[in-house]
């Protein structure tokens, strides 16, 4: 094995989101791309985004405390290029996109019309890490297109875009996947689940 110089990218691929906050009715709103999520707690299902601090979606995110992921499918993939690499403190990537947004569940946050699902979070710890801060909370609402989904991502479907390194992505793409299934929740007991998981 040899010494690895960036070994965040070991980490990759990941499915690639539009984040988007801001308020739709007091016109504010801030759209720009995400790789940084992790799942937090299964029960209730909760999330963290971890957003630069400089960025201005940091700057909008603090004021709201909620916010939607948008799954990018290849259709959006030249758009969360765009979004990941332009601020909206330079300009109003909305307006410079035409991107088409519709509310999400609360009526007020947007999401991204034309992606494959969108999950709202609503922010319940805000939690600082050196250069960006973590965004954790609840789903409070979860969508996805009936065709592209079905209780998991049907890849055989569509091709599923994922973020390798820099400007390279991947499409899995259908037949050219191979969906490995294995005989795991069957055989598994679950040592691992702890009380912690059942609450709630
Ligand atoms: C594929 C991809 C993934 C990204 N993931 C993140 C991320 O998880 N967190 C983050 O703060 N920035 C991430 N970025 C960078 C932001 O999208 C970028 O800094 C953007 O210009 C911020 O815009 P804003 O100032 O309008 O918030 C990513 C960019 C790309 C292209």
């Known amino acids: 094995m040899k010494p690895v110089r960036k070994p965040l990218r070991m980490l990759r691929p990941v499915p690639i989101y539009i984040i988007s906050v801001g308020s739709l009715k007091k016109g504010d709103v801030n759209i720009s791309t995400v790789s940084w999520v992790s799942p937090l707690t299964k029960i209730p299902p909760r999330i963290g985004t971890a957003i630069d601090k400089s960025s201005y979606t ?62 709202l979070v609503e922010v319940e710890k805000v939690v600082d890490f050196w250069s960006t801060t973590l965004f954790a909370g609840r789903i409070v609402e979860a969508k996805a297109r009936e065709e592209v989904f079905d209780n998991r991502w049907n890849i055989e479907a569509i091709p599923f875009p994922l973020h390798l390194a820099k400007h390279e992505f991947i499409l899995c793409q259908g037949k050219l996947t191979t969906v490995v ?20």
């Open 58 to 119: 940091h700057k909008v995110l603090n004021k709201y405390r909620r916010y939607t992921l948008s799954i990018v499918g290849p259709d959006l993939l030249e758009l969360a290029k765009f979004i990941g690499t332009r601020s909206g403190r330079e300009i109003d990537k909305i307006s410079v996109t035409g991107v088409a947004l519709d509310p999400a569940g609360d009526g007020d946050t947007p999401y991204i019309k034309n992606s494959l699902g969108y999950v």
């Open 181 to 200: 299934k294995t005989k795991w929740g069957i055989a598994m007991k679950k040592p691992w689940r702890t009380n912690i998981d059942k609450e709630e």
